[in-house]
């Protein structure tokens, strides 16, 4: 039974934008604090925005003022909404459980495959 499935992702022109949709098992869901994660090519996987069952939500500097957590509880879901894309955003997207707050923190455990967003002219 797969745990965390993302999907969403694509090839689009800087300044474009995509939403990105992660559906999560509900024993990983209700650790209540979600997050989005990227990473590059060559680089490390990084949070970028996390939300908290309350709606609270928070984002990794490179990203703040363009890109959008939510979450629809009852679905098991979160969603990263993403704006004025930039090629340095091109990665892959991972969905898994995060701290209230940006971290380097990675939760253990299995991940999903990710979807793959590419920001290009």
């Known amino acids: 039974q797969l745990q965390l499935v993302e999907s969403g992702g694509g090839l689009v022109q800087p300044g474009g934008s995509l939403r990105l949709s992660c559906v999560a098992a509900?024993?990983?869901?209700?650790?209540?604090?979600m997050g989005w994660y990227r990473q590059a090519p060559g680089k490390q996987r990084e949070l970028v925005a996390s939300?908290?069952?309350?709606?609270?939500?928070f984002y990794a500097d490179s990203v703040k003022g363009r890109f959008t957590i939510s979450r629809d509880n009852a679905k098991n879901s979160i969603y990263l909404q993403m704006n004025s894309l930039k090629p340095d955003d091109t990665a892959v997207y991972y969905c898994?459980?995060?701290?209230?707050?940006?971290?380097?923190?990675?939760?253990?455990?299995?991940w999903g495959q990710g979807t793959q967003v590419t920001v290009s002219s």
């Open positions: 898994n459980t995060a701290t209230p707050y940006i971290s380097t923190y990675m939760p253990p455990g299995s």
């Open positions: 509900a024993s990983i869901f209700s650790r209540n604090v």
């Open positions: 939300i908290t069952s309350g709606d609270f939500s």
